[in-house]
């Protein structure tokens, strides 16, 4: 069962490589807004998976949940920025 988490670990970990060259190299900003978004979620659920491989999944999805509230808040806040180009109004 472990040999199937980390195979899936490492199918996500190649697939946030291939988010990172869009977000880097993407065609605009909110393509690259988009793509660190799409990281922040599989990171999510990376934690998760590293949590059942140390045998601790309520610790981890504690801390993968206080993550994705993080990623959505941050999303969020660069999309307002980029739209309006302040953040007060």
Not at 41 to 59: A, D, N, Q, Y
Not at 73 to 84: A, D, F, M, N, P
Request: aromatic fraction near 10%.
């Amino acid at each position: 069962m472990i040999e199937v988490f980390l195979v899936v670990a490492m199918m996500i970990a190649s697939t946030i490589l291939l988010c990172l060259y869009r977000a880097v190299r993407g065609p605009g900003p909110f393509n690259r807004v988009a793509a660190a978004s799409v990281i922040g979620t599989k990171t999510v659920v990376l934690v998760v998976i590293v949590g059942f491989l140390f045998e601790r999944p309520s610790m981890f999805v504690d801390i993968s949940l206080l993550y994705a509230i993080l990623n959505f808040v941050g999303t969020l806040i660069v999309s307002k920025y980029l739209e309006r180009g302040d953040l007060c109004s």
